[in-house]
């Protein structure tokens, strides 16, 4: 049989044993959506949920992709099989994710799955279907599932819907401590890293998030159970600081069970994808109202200025929910 004739179930059990091209097709027919994604979705829901989920994120040139390479090498050598979800910007012409940080990611083992999956414009850079591949991935006997995000933007806040352990990755010197403070990221960041830490100002940056993480604490913002983030000092060129890093995701997900965390987190999870889901089946039905000659009317009227802005929201959204 073609592999592209293949149905999900066939894709699926190719994948469970270990086929690489099944994972893969299973994870494009999630990209896709449709029914077919559906399928995908029926056969692994049930089938998925152990993994650790790690998602890292930091800005553009932090080094994630050298860390998160190093942070690999250290994973398989535990005895893991984990798997990364690398976030892409969207190409503004295909749609197609670019690849940058599959390309930069050096995991030339083959206990470890890279793939890349594009924004597709979706708000703060998560694709919809992240959740779904996360699923597969899990499903199939990869863990940890690692999600590196594109580090932009709203995102970088996003990724901790998806996530059981968030790692903020920043770099001496740029001020990125700071503007994980203005990102709402102390909040979530569950483990820092300040990476580069050869480079000059590396125990600035780690003392600005030690102050940072003080005042967290004493505005009562920081973790329920009173649990500080550590802060792990990295130099991804050298490998420094990989196996200090994976010792922190093992103590934080110890720490989700003691404290029955990990369970609400990943009611979070399901709780986020629903949203996510609604709220873009919603903008579809939107799209095509708009479309619709009854659309363009409520919108000529608005641009005549006959109607506000309310009127035409109030008439949109009526024709768009209709309640039997």
């Known amino acids: 049989m073609k592999r592209d004739s293949q149905t999900p179930v066939e894709l699926f059990d190719a994948a469970i ?27 692994t829901h049930e ?38 979800i690398a976030v892409d910007p969207s190409s503004p012409l295909t749609g197609g994710a670019i690849l940058g940080d599959r390309v930069r990611i050096d995991a030339t083992d083959t206990a ?11 708000s703060g850079g998560l694709a919809l279907a992240v959740p779904g591949a996360v699923r597969v991935l899990d499903a199939v006997g990869f863990n940890p599932v690692i999600i590196e995000t594109v ?24 001020g990125d401590a700071v503007q994980a403070n203005k990102a709402g990221l102390l909040e979530v960041a ?10 000059p100002g590396s125990n600035d940056a780690r003392r600005d998030l030690e102050l940072m993480l003080d005042l967290s604490h004493m505005t009562g913002q920081e973790d329920s159970t009173g649990r500080r983030p550590p802060i792990i000092m990295a130099n991804s060129l050298e490998g420094s600081g990989a196996a200090e890093l994976w010792s922190a995701i093992v ?17 979070k999870r399901q709780l986020a994808e629903l949203r996510s889901r609604v709220s873009d089946a919603l903008l579809d039905a939107l799209d095509n109202e708009l479309a619709s000659e009854q659309g363009a009317d409520v919108v000529a009227a608005l641009s005549d200025r006959r109607i506000t802005p309310s009127e035409a929201s109030s008439q949109i959204i009526d024709r768009v929910i209709r309640i039997d």
Request: proline share 3%; charged share 20%.
């Open 151 to 174: 580090g932009v933007g709203q995102v970088e806040v996003d990724v901790t819907a998806s996530a059981d352990t968030t790692i903020v990755v920043a770099n001496p010197g740029t």
């Open 251 to 267: 103590e934080h997900g110890e720490h989700l069970v003691a404290t029955n965390q990990i369970d609400t987190r990943r009611a």
């Open 47 to 84: 089938k998925s949920g152990d993994a650790m989920v790690i998602g890292i994120t930091g800005p553009p040139g932090s080094g994630k992709s050298s860390l998160l390479s190093q942070l690999l090498k250290v994973i398989v050598a535990a005895g893991f099989r984990p798997a990364v």
């Open 17 to 43: 044993t270990g086929q690489r091209h099944a994972i893969g097709r299973l994870l494009s027919l999630v990209e896709q959506g449709g029914e077919a994604a559906d399928a995908v979705s029926a056969l």
């Open 190 to 199: 569950d483990i820092f890293v300040v990476n580069k830490s050869d480079l």
């Open 112 to 122: 470890t799955f890279i793939r890349s999956i594009a924004t597709r414009g979706h």
